[in-house]
């Protein structure tokens, strides 16, 4: 359970446990307020979908031809 303490200005303060810390209030749901209780989940799909673009974009580097004497080897 993560618990909104306080709000000072643009950062929330939250409390999950016996530890605390900000975040920008934008990076909040809309219209979260103090007290409010937050729940954070795993989205497994987002999770595979990010995983794959990850290892397109390695594979893709990888394939790419050296560009001169100061290219790296992937």
Request: proline residues 5%.
């Amino acid at each position: 359970m993560i618990v909104v303490d306080r709000i000072e200005g643009d950062r929330a303060v939250l409390v999950a446990g016996d530890e605390s810390f900000s975040l920008p209030v934008a990076l909040l749901p809309a219209g979260t307020r103090e007290g409010d209780v937050l729940a954070l989940v795993r989205d497994d799909a987002a999770t595979v979908g990010r995983r794959e673009d990850a290892a397109a974009r390695l594979e893709r580097l990888r394939k790419r031809t050296p560009q001169g004497p100061d290219s790296i080897d992937l």
